[in-house]
């Protein structure tokens, strides 16, 4: 493929007219007129399709080789007009029909295009840049949700595409033009090769993408690592005319000549010396396989030589996406090459769910060439690799949070609630991650500092066996709940754990070090203390057997509480049963759950006690239901009967 492309190019039916998606337009006219902040990005994900486009066509031709025999050496090629004003990057990849065209540049079909410009738009709303416009626009985003290509309106006020598909005959072209108004224009066009041709027409005032100089250096900036020769169109200027020495007169004026010269090192990064890469390059690959503007947090680049060779780069990143949340099915973060081809993004074989965030690649020396998804989960060089993998991003994190604690709290910040997942998911790594875990504590909350499992350990007391922890959703519900009452009195360190997936994550989680885990809102609570409220063998007071008359069913029992120096009530659970919050949270869901009856515990020495001890028939039922009602909510339940709850503390209220 080269410069004559277009002219070379000859239609053969008239075009036809579309509209855009309503997604595409929306996108279309965000990027028009928000993002200005790093334009040159445009220049990045037009490359990187190409680099696409280029992996694409290398893999099929394993299976067909065909498809590369008219131009065995896959490319990439830049040439900017000044004259005209043009911009142009072709590839000589896989190519698009028609049908792919309209549906891969006319409709976005990724689930996450709403999520993106709703975050677009309210990114648009704040603010203005330095530059005095308003609503600037996060360029990350593009990346992140594949609309790469309609970047190019950044800069164009017009766009061609051209492209034919490989195997396909020259009359099976297509030509598709945009202005990016709305609509776009779509006809067939009898093409000389296959690829496909961006051609940008640019606005007025970005002539700077013209000039090659500028060219090298964002292709040297953003797309060094591309694993294809980018070359770039260069005019050299004849030399001049020189005198005839015989006869005194000049030579004829020589024509300047035209070099496609690459500029780009056009070898995987992988697949170089550790030492020979700068960690320039490392951070500049990291954003072209993510899309990310910023640099990852830290990396491991590891060759296996051996019964098996490959090699692995691994990346963490620093900032979640914004559909990270919703990917936990959908995870493209670990791409697999075999023998430098690229296979496929093959995350779930390579990686387990609760390391999705990882990014990078593995390329393997072992695999088949053809290797499919089936494949992968049935050979048994994949597991060993997937081991190899897992064991090298946990080293990772722990190298991270041993010698540099603050780009360890920005990846806990963003990706603890995730690795969490591997306590439960991962038996075999049980210890590593829970290592890696932190928490909120009862000793650092007011400072907002965090704490591992370990440094718990280290400062337990001398005769403390059990790490305390609660559940709760929130940190508010969590540092001010009723339990923790006995606990501060006496000095004991509680782990305050408030998100969503910690009650899960503890149902599995019942030991670490040796050590029992255990929430001081269940079970007995035995802090070595010889002392207790009442004894064993004392008769059950009658306050409580009041209260149990009045709440029936709804609780298991009532019983004086060793937990309590200052409420009146707590809810007690089983060790083993589900707290309310995550019991709330899953009947929500329509999940159905078997009863589960709390014990109440009350502060004999409270005095809304006494009052309940004082009170008389009439206002019993008012007292015994409110102290159950407040300990409901404070342990982050639901009242089936607010109503009943606001009118009833509004009786007790007038009454005293």
């Known amino acids: 493929m080269n410069a004559e492309t277009m ?36 220049l990045r994900e037009l490359i990187s399709n190409a680099s696409d486009a280029c992996d694409k066509l290398r893999f099929e031709a394993l299976s067909d080789d065909s498809l590369l ?37 006319g409709t976005i079909a990724r689930s996450g295009t709403r999520r993106y410009l709703e975050q677009m738009k309210a990114q648009r709303s704040q603010g203005k840049s330095e530059d005095g416009k308003t609503g600037a626009v996060d360029e990350n985003l593009i990346g992140q949700f594949g609309v790469g290509f309609y970047s190019s309106f950044i800069v164009a006020d017009s766009v061609t595409l051209l492209s034919r598909k490989a195997g396909a005959e020259a009359g099976e072209g297509v030509r598709w033009l945009s202005s990016g108004d709305g609509t776009y224009e779509i006809g067939d066009l009898e093409l000389p090769r296959r690829g496909t041709e961006v051609i940008l027409h640019l606005k007025e005032g970005e002539d700077e993408f013209l000039q090659n100089w500028t060219l090298r250096s964002l292709v040297s900036r953003y797309s060094d690592h591309i694993g294809f020769p980018i070359r770039l169109k260069e005019v ?35 697949t170089r010396a550790k030492q020979d890469i700068e960690d320039e390059e490392y951070t500049a690959f990291y954003q072209h396989l993510t899309h990310d503007n910023d640099a990852p947090l830290a990396w491991a680049h590891n060759t296996v030589e051996g019964a098996q060779n490959y090699t692995s780069l691994l990346y963490l990143p620093g900032t979640a996406p914004l559909d990270f949340m919703m990917q936990r099915d959908e995870r493209n973060g670990l791409k697999l090459y075999v023998k430098r081809v690229f296979i496929m993004d093959a995350a779930e074989q390579l990686l387990p769910h609760y390391l999705r965030f990882m990014r990078g690649v593995v390329d393997s020396d072992d695999l088949p060439l053809n290797v499919s998804r089936e494949l992968l989960q049935e050979d048994d060089n994949v597991g060993k690799i997937r081991a190899a993998v897992v064991k090298r991003s946990l080293d990772l994190l722990g190298k991270l949070a041993n010698t540099q604690e603050k ?235 607010p109503a009943s709850f606001v009118a009833r503390m509004n009786r007790l209220i007038l009454a005293g």
């Open 407 to 641: 780009k360890f709290a920005t990846f806990w910040s963003q990706f603890g609630t995730v690795l969490k997942e591997g306590v439960v998911e991962d038996m075999t790594n049980r210890e590593k991650v829970a290592k890696l875990l932190r928490f909120t504590s009862t000793a650092d909350v007011d400072a907002g500092d965090v704490v591992s499992l370990e440094d718990y350990v280290a400062r337990m007391k001398d005769d403390q066996e059990t790490l305390w922890y609660i559940t709760a959703d929130g940190l508010n519900a969590a540092k001010n709940s009723p339990h923790l009452e006995l606990f501060r009195k006496e000095g004991v360190e509680v782990l305050l754990m408030h998100e969503r997936i910690d009650e899960w994550m503890m149902g599995y989680f019942p030991e670490f070090e040796g050590k029992k885990l255990q929430s001081v809102a269940k079970g007995n609570v035995d802090l070595g203390k010889e002392d207790t409220p009442e004894d064993a063998d004392e008769e059950t007071p009658e306050v409580l057997t009041r209260i149990k008359a009045v709440l029936g069913e709804s609780v298991e029992d009532v019983r004086a509480s060793k937990r309590l120096t200052d409420s009146a009530s707590c809810l007690v659970l089983p060790e083993h049963e589900m707290a309310l919050h995550l019991r709330r949270m899953l009947e929500q869901a329509g999940q159905e759950l078997p009863d589960s009856k709390p014990v109440l515990e009350v502060n004999l020495d409270h005095p809304l006690l006494k009052k309940l001890e004082a009170a008389g028939e009439g206002d019993l039922d008012d007292w015994a239901q409110t102290v159950y009602e407040q300990a409901v909510l404070a342990e982050g339940g639901q009242l089936d009967d």
């Open 236 to 270: 050299v200027p004849a030399e001049p005319p020189a005198e005839d020495a015989e006869d005194g007169n000049e030579a004829q004026a020589q024509e300047p000549t035209i070099e496609w010269n690459t500029i780009n090192q056009a070898s995987a990064l992988w």
């Open 69 to 105: 025999a008219d131009d065995p050496e896959l490319r990439i090629e830049i040439e900017a007009d000044e004259e005209k004003r043009l911009l142009i990057i072709r590839d000589n990849g896989i190519g698009m029909s028609r049908d792919e065209v309209i549906e891969n540049i």
């Open 7 to 42: 002219t070379e190019a000859t239609h053969n039916n008239a075009t036809e007219q579309h509209a855009f998606q309503a997604e595409v337009q929306e996108v279309l006219n965000l990027m028009t007129h928000s993002l200005y902040s790093n334009k040159e990005i445009f």
